[in-house]
């Protein structure tokens, strides 16, 4: 149903597990189920970088929906990339410092899954971003807030 981008992860971790139990469970029985998904490039920047240590935790413990690309989402990334605007996915920091880039994959796992992108991006037309990427490829794209609603969780 879903592919969670990382910065998803990084706004939940204000919901606390504690605080905000109803949202969690539904999260935990939606990854449980694999109905939520993210990708093993994901993993690695939350590794790299979040702030939250119950996010965190929870990767850990969730580290079986982080999925390794097939083929055939690889192909669908080299379709990514064929246009130029996408090329900015991958930033010259990111080379540099061998650090790890997400989004096409995430992208090519949503095509490929048949799965809704979740993700805390805005649209920016002729831009790379994860959500006009999304329109080009044919992926419905929905905010954080869209998930939860989609999903009818509220505090």
Known sequence: MYV????VFIALGTY??????????RIDSLADSDKLISVREARRELENYCPSDNI?????????????????????????????????????NNILRGLPVADPFIIASAKFHDRLVVTQELEKPKGAR??????????????LEGFLEKEGLEY
């Open 16 to 25: 606390y597990p504690k605080r905000f139990p109803t949202i969690w469970k």
């Open 130 to 143: 994860i959500p006009t990427a999304c329109k080009d490829f044919g992926v419905e794209c929905i905010d």
């Open 56 to 92: 965190l935790e929870w990767v850990n413990r969730y580290r079986h929906i982080f999925y390794t690309p097939t083929n055939e989402e690889c192909e669908i990334v080299s379709e990514i990339f064929r246009k130029p605007q996408y090329r900015e996915f991958v930033k010259k």
């Open 4 to 7: 969670f981008d990382t910065n």
